[in-house]
């Protein structure tokens, strides 16, 4: 996976393997989780903990391998603030 981020001050491009994102997840605050949880809309907010997150993430990894270079975030702000985050 590769994240890039392009500000005014800042051009930070890195990758991150796909198998670190569960690791990563893990040691995610549980604050985090819960501060999502109430700006999730009702039948949803349920999926979000790190438990959910960690078994889609692992029940995906096949698929991320299958469709490397596909790009799953691409944002381009008015400011000239980009984020892209490819597979």
Do not use: Q
């Amino acid at each position: 996976m590769k994240v890039k981020i392009r500000t005014k001050g800042v051009h930070l491009s890195m990758p991150v393997p796909v198998s670190m994102v569960g690791f990563v997840i893990r040691f995610i605050p549980d604050r985090i989780f819960e501060d999502m949880k109430s700006r999730t809309p009702g039948p949803y907010c349920s999926l979000i903990s790190k438990d959910i997150i960690s078994l889609v993430l692992r029940e995906s990894l096949d698929l991320f391998k299958e469709h490397k270079g596909l790009e799953i975030i691409h944002v381009e702000a008015s400011d000239g603030t980009f984020v892209s985050i490819k597979l």
